[in-house]
């Protein structure tokens, strides 16, 4: 197959969605190449060259074999675990291995990049990914754009977070805490993942866990739905889920994610809101991301986090509506547009 070239930077494991994106570039004429990571560096090479005239060669070699990245047109950065598949054998070679890795494969992903001199486009930059992680931030920068955010306390002390528990329980409103990150804890071989958790008594009367890590504290919104509101350029494609018709779901809908699959629903957005969350998706330098909202009782809309490699295939594949929300044929279409003609640069706000 002839025609421009997009990287697929990914893992071994992902879902079903690199394979239907690639699937829909071919068919607009882009030949995509899946880099795992995770089978960095056993059994996928990467090689640059800088040379002192200043002409760089890289090579990936991949199972299917040779690609000259200097061919490549546009980067999708869709997932990352490089050195993940090291063997714990290696003992105390293995965190510094994984971390050559990691910086190897971040350096060649960011040297093919829009930032370098000779870069193409991506969806999106490692550093504007990375940027996005901060939750502060996207709750402030939300707010500037007319979003509404709930009443937040990020903390340590635990006096703090005792303080905010009881204003807001004078106010006749509950408390809830959750992680920043993905947070999950391995014990045994099976992963144990900290949900979204009432503060009741006893969590309020145990806070000295704070002093080893921070936490999230916001007000506890009385629900309706949930929505999850993906961006891709310009466009979203947003569906509710209803949470609140079981016990189990009422504080996180991912408790019971599976069952929830089939459920989800199409929803559309106030213009004013949706304009605001793609302002506020491309404030950080992205072209994708997916982005959580609350629909309380009184039908407010409320925005809680924007998430740049957020989860999506399952609104695509499984949205009550067939055949769903396109997702994968807007990701594609941006991808094989910036391949071809290139794309606005999104400048990201410091």
């Given at each position: ?7 697929l ?69 869709r ?11 290696l ?44 939750k ?22 635990a006096d ?41 008594d ?13 936490m ?8 309706r ?23 189990k ?22 213009a ?36 740049a ?17 396109p997702?994968a ?22």
């Open positions: 197959m002839t025609g421009p070239l997009a990287l930077v990914t893992r071994s494991d992902d879902n079903a969605s690199v394979r239907a994106v690639g699937a829909l570039l071919e068919a607009r004429g882009v030949r995509p190449v899946r880099l795992d990571t995770d089978l960095y560096p056993e059994r996928v090479a990467l090689s640059s060259r800088l040379m002192p005239a200043g002409a760089v060669s890289r090579r990936l070699r991949v199972a299917d074999g040779v690609v000259d990245l200097n061919d490549v047109a546009v980067v999708w950065y997932r990352f675990l490089a050195g993940g598949g090291l063997p714990q054998g003992g105390d070679l293995r965190p510094p291995s994984v971390e050559e890795a990691r910086r190897t494969t971040y350096g060649a992903i960011a040297a093919l990049g829009a930032d370098a001199f000779d870069g193409v486009p991506q969806l999106d930059p490692l550093a504007a990914v990375r940027r996005c992680d901060h502060e931030l996207q709750l402030r920068r939300a707010q500037a754009l007319g979003l509404r955010v709930p009443d937040t306390l990020i903390t340590n002390d703090e977070a005792r303080a905010f528990v009881l204003e807001l329980r004078a106010r006749g409103r509950q408390t809830i805490t959750k992680m920043q990150s993905s947070f999950a804890v391995w014990r045994g071989g099976e992963e144990h993942v900290v949900f979204t958790s009432v503060v009741d006893d969590a309020l009367s145990d806070l000295a866990g704070l002093r080893y890590c921070p999230q504290f916001q007000e506890l919104l009385p629900k739905v949930e929505l999850r509101a993906t961006v891709v350029g310009d466009n979203v494609f947003c569906a509710a889920i209803d949470s609140q018709r079981d016990d779901t009422k504080l996180d809908w991912r408790k019971d994610g599976v069952g929830l699959l089939h459920d989800w629903v199409p929803y559309a957005l106030p004013d809101v949706e304009k605001a969350l793609v302002q506020l998706v491309h404030s950080f330098g992205l072209g994708y991301a997916a982005a959580d909202f609350v629909v309380t009782a009184d039908d407010e809309l409320v925005f809680l986090e924007v998430n490699g957020g989860e999506w295939y399952w609104l695509d594949a499984h949205c009550q509506k067939a055949p769903g929300l997702i044929d807007a990701i594609a279409a941006w991808l094989a547009r910036a391949a071809t003609i290139g794309v606005p640069h999104l400048t990201a706000r410091p």
